[in-house]
């Protein structure tokens, strides 16, 4: 009885490469944090991050000209692990980027402006607090997750051996 015991214990085990994705609203600041939560690393991944389904019509805020770092996206946390960071456009609903590799227990943080388009009587517009970015998608490596409410995603990508 011990013996098969023994060999599968020495059979790898498969392990979830899990991706966990936090939207924090701050001013005038907001921040999207990217960690590898899963037990193994994670190679060349593209991101693509949506706020066309967001509950509060979530856009970029980024001034037309910006005037330097305090104005444009910031990447303010694992730098080394960013292989493509592109500005967003004023008004844009959508930012694509890339990473090199991310290692387990890593992670990547930035910096951006955003805004919402939810109205207040007469069409006046106004920022929201809390679920705004609730049902924005943030996809990768063929896996795609949704904000929930208190502005967190969580990315299954596949196995991994550990």
Known sequence: ??????????????????????????APRDRIVIENAGACPLGALSFTLDFTTSLGGVHFDMPRNARGPEDALRVIRGAEFVEEMPQPLRGATDLSFSLNSLPAEEGVAFNFDVDDRMEVGAGALYTIRGPEIEGAAISAGGATARFDAAGEAVLPLSACLS
């Open 1 to 26: 009885m011990r013996i098969p015991i023994l060999v599968l214990s020495l059979l790898p085990t498969a392990a979830l490469a899990e991706v966990h994705v936090f939207f924090r609203e701050g």
